[in-house]
């Protein structure tokens, strides 16, 4: 008797389909499983055979075979725990699943269905395969209905499944339409308003955010460069359905999505501490490599703080992703590619005590602590930091003073309407272009130009920073409501780059 | 703190140990004088120190410093720029440039005509207690030394310390009262050390007789240290010793601060102003960049 259903596994945000077959017939006693399963899907016999006991069904008291093919594809996982037993189950009642299904779920052994990790990838992935109706654990619905077009089955026991199935008893679907989710955002933590002085760090987020720029903020300790940085998630616009999608796989692959509301359309803010590890942040682990913090922050804000204090090779390994927006990660299970497309808030201290440059506390660093110290940063990652602004101590009577600073909502906007009018201009924010696409895009004013060049001949600008404070520019005229580049673009652009002054 | 012996300062009395040299060595015939200082100024500092050696190189003099960081490197690059012969005193081997960063500028003070000169034999590696000795040298071999931003305990005092031993006249650059730089150079002045407000106090001080009367420097008259020229209302806020950030001049003056910005940049193209990890300040010279 041969029963059949099919299921996916997953790899990265990949979905590769897994046909799940059941054979029993003459033979010894026995229960077999083949097909490249790892350790966790060998496992489901145990789980598969108490659960098909305790639903009220019959295992089959000889030669049980699953096979799960393709079998050269490496199957990890508890998600084909459900699909095995509904193969057993058909192949028992002789019966055939619905067109175009598919099942995930791991089984509880008295046959309740649970929550398995990535089901918003998979569905998605198997929407794009053709499935119409999957089936997935009850918890996980509201997950796996934010895919459109599809029928989301809720599966709370292993015999609920059979009797909807063989047509004792229909489950009805969860409801769809992922436009149906509340597009609210929360109220952001900190507001701008709060941030007394340091104008110049502001304009710089408020840049930042714009074109999606990288930003280093350098100061000594408590000047509020922490502070700053919190306030950016609230001066982006909220995303929009694809994004807010795509932060929601990354989520629910790492089994991070709230039940009762899986789309979240508040930009991710991620503060890893500098202790952390290569894998923590890139992405890693055993067999295949889970996502990151660069790729939990995608779509989002990455807060590193104490940049200097980061390992090194941490640092050099945010090199690629801040060029293409993702990152491939290659483990002993295959390599995977994760998206990381996030906006850097970096900051640091001038020097190792923090007080270097400060005209009123001394510094008690050696000269050589402090260029062993900037050295740690520059070069290759600096380069790719489009704006780098000082954070000064703010003088006590501004301080005591009432906050008089500008709200976040309305910086975000002026945010929103030059992230509008990059969207019409080229389709991607400002940050993002190539050296051909800015020539064409971001015409210069004969003035405009005449200033970056001698800039670039006084400071010895490198070709890569030459195009950063173009860009930075182009976005300085977008917030501006100017379509073409003026001098005064180009001379607030070049008052960002502090790695001119260093010397 | 006047010298009272001229003749044999001219030579190397006080040397202890017999001097190596790269280049042109003993120097061209000249009053000789050493510009020393915190290896960490002020931005004020940096363009005083190189202002005086740039000057004082246009008069002939033999601006004698240690390489090291800060005000030293500004003295030889103001003298490098003025056309000068500068001397370098080094505290490592006359093979063994230090800090390495200042091998460009070793190479260029060669190329000038000075020299690099050391008591030390070649190879010895930067050793603290060396350079000590080598301050002392410094001092005996110059005429008058000038201090320029020194704080409390600074290598540029021990050598204040020993050109006074030497019976050398020691002159020192006011600074300001708010900083630690001045500490030093405050305390040498209070102590009787002649002060110093341009290059001809110190040209007064090489020509024994005090009076300059073929003033070399141009253009005559007024101070030695030229303003930039007002241009709009920003720069009359700013300093030449404190740094001032973009949002403090834009609240002052009222103005958007992107704009502020925009037009601080412009400032620091034409060198009126400098940007400096704390903010701006108010260059004391047109003129080429030299950052």
């Known amino acids: 008797?041969?029963?059949?259903?099919?299921?996916?596994?997953?790899?990265?945000?990949?979905?590769?389909?897994?046909?799940?077959?059941?054979?029993?017939?003459?033979?010894?006693?026995?229960?077999?499983?083949?097909?490249?399963?790892?350790?966790?899907?060998?496992?489901?016999?145990?789980?598969?055979?108490?659960?098909?006991?305790?639903?009220?069904?019959?295992?089959?008291?000889?030669?049980?075979?699953?096979?799960?093919?393709?079998?050269?594809?490496?199957?990890?996982?508890?998600?084909?725990?459900?699909?095995?037993?509904?193969?057993?189950?058909?192949?028992?009642?002789?019966?055939?699943?619905?067109?175009?299904?598919?099942?995930?779920?791991?089984?509880?052994?008295?046959?309740?269905?649970?929550?398995?990790?990535?089901?918003?990838?998979?569905?998605?992935?198997?929407?794009?395969?053709?499935?119409?109706?999957?089936?997935?654990?009850?918890?996980?619905?509201?997950?796996?209905?934010?895919?459109?077009?599809?029928?989301?089955i809720p599966c709370r026991s292993l015999s609920a499944v059979v009797n909807h199935i063989v047509g004792v008893e229909a489950i009805s679907p969860a409801q769809s339409a992922p436009a149906g989710v509340s597009s609210e955002t929360d109220q952001p933590d900190h507001d701008l308003a709060e941030v007394h002085g340091q104008e110049e760090a502001k304009r710089a987020l408020e840049v930042a955010a714009a074109g999606g720029h990288h930003l280093l903020l350098s100061g000594p300790p408590g000047v509020g460069k922490t502070m700053l940085a919190r306030c950016m998630p609230g001066i982006l616009p909220p995303l929009v359905?694809?994004?807010?999608?795509?932060?929601?796989?990354?989520?629910?692959?790492?089994?991070?999505?709230?039940?009762?509301?899986?789309?979240?359309?508040?930009?991710?803010?991620?503060?890893?501490?500098?202790?952390?590890?290569?894998?923590?942040?890139i992405g890693g682990g055993t067999g295949l490599a889970t996502p990151g913090e660069i790729s939990r922050a995608h779509h989002g804000v990455l807060f590193l703080d104490e940049l200097a204090e980061f390992q090194a090779p941490v640092l050099q390994a945010l090199r690629q992703p801040l060029e293409s927006g993702r990152v491939s990660i290659t483990r002993s299970g295959g390599s995977v590619t994760y998206p990381a497309r996030f906006t850097l808030v970096a900051a640091t201290n001038p020097c190792p005590c923090g007080w270097a440059g400060d005209t009123l506390r001394g510094c008690r660093c050696t000269p050589g602590g402090i260029d062993s110290y900037q050295r740690r940063l520059s070069g290759p990652l600096l380069d790719r930091i489009d704006l780098q602004v000082g954070v000064r101590r703010v003088p006590l009577e501004t301080l005591a003073s009432e906050p008089t600073g500008e709200p976040s909502a309305a910086v975000r906007n002026r945010v929103v309407a030059a992230r509008l009018r990059q969207a019409d201009r080229q389709g991607c924010l400002n940050a993002q272009l190539k050296p051909s696409r800015l020539r064409q895009l971001a015409g210069l004013a004969p003035t405009a130009r005449r200033s970056l060049e001698r800039w670039s001949a006084q400071r010895g600008m490198t070709a890569r920073g030459f195009h950063r404070a173009w860009r930075v520019a182009r976005t300085a005229a977008d917030l501006d409501g100017s379509e073409h580049i003026e001098e005064r673009h180009v001379l607030e652009a070049l008052g960002f780059r502090l790695q001119d002054v260093a010397a | 703190m006047s010298r009272t012996s001229s003749e044999d300062a001219r030579g190397d009395r006080g040397v202890q140990a017999p001097l190596r040299a790269r280049g042109r060595w003993p120097p061209p015939e000249g009053p000789r004088v050493a510009i020393v200082g915190s290896r960490r100024p002020s931005p004020y500092g940096e363009a005083v120190a190189e202002q005086l050696g740039l000057e004082l190189a246009r008069a002939g003099v033999v601006v004698i410093s240690g390489l090291a960081l800060g005000i030293d490197a500004a003295a030889h690059r103001g003298a490098l720029n003025g056309g000068g012969v500068t001397v370098a005193v080094m505290g490592t081997g006359v093979d063994v440039i230090y800090p390495s960063a200042h091998s460009v500028l070793a190479e260029a003070i060669l190329r000038g005509g000075g020299a690099l000169v050391s008591q030390f034999p070649d190879g010895t590696a930067p050793r603290r207690h060396n350079f000590p000795a080598r301050n002392y040298t410094m001092a005996a071999l110059s005429d008058v030394v000038v201090v320029v931003e020194a704080a409390e305990g600074s290598g540029a005092l021990i050598t204040a310390e020993a050109a006074l031993d030497l019976h050398k006249e020691v002159m020192a650059v006011p600074g300001s009262v708010f900083s630690p730089l001045s500490v030093g150079t405050h305390g040498l002045i209070r102590d009787g050390a002649g002060l110093v407000q341009n290059a001809r106090d110190v040209l007064a001080a090489v020509s024994p007789g005090g009076e300059v009367l073929d003033d070399p420097l141009a253009p005559p008259g007024g101070l030695g240290f030229k303003l930039p020229r007002e241009r709009d209302g920003i720069l009359s806020h700013l300093s030449d010793v404190l740094a001032l950030s973009a949002a403090e001049i834009a609240r002052k003056l009222q103005l958007p601060i992107a704009e502020v910005l925009g037009r601080l940049t412009a400032l620091e193209l034409d060198g009126a102003v400098r940007r400096h990890q704390d903010g701006y300040v108010r260059a004391l010279r047109r003129g080429k960049d030299s950052a």
């Open chain 1, 241 to 281: 359905l694809t994004e807010a999608l795509e932060v929601a796989q990354v989520r629910s692959l790492l089994g991070e999505l709230p039940r009762d509301r899986p789309l979240d359309w508040n930009r991710p803010f991620r503060a890893p501490h500098h202790g952390v590890s290569m894998a923590g942040l």
């Open chain 1, 1 to 152: 008797m041969l029963g059949s259903v099919d299921s996916c596994v997953l790899a990265g945000l990949d979905v590769r389909r897994v046909h799940v077959e059941a054979d029993y017939g003459r033979g010894d006693p026995g229960f077999f499983v083949v097909g490249l399963a790892t350790t966790s899907v060998k496992e489901a016999r145990e789980r598969v055979r108490s659960a098909i006991k305790n639903s009220g069904l019959e295992f089959p008291s000889n030669r049980l075979a699953v096979n799960l093919a393709p079998a050269e594809l490496r199957k990890e996982g508890t998600g084909l725990d459900l699909p095995i037993a509904v193969a057993i189950a058909l192949a028992r009642a002789a019966k055939r699943p619905p067109a175009r299904s598919a099942f995930i779920g791991e089984l509880a052994l008295d046959g309740s269905v649970r929550h398995v990790d990535g089901i918003l990838v998979a569905v998605r992935g198997l929407s794009n395969l053709g499935y119409e109706q999957i089936f997935v654990p009850a918890d996980d619905a509201a997950e796996a209905a934010l895919v459109e077009g599809i029928q989301v």
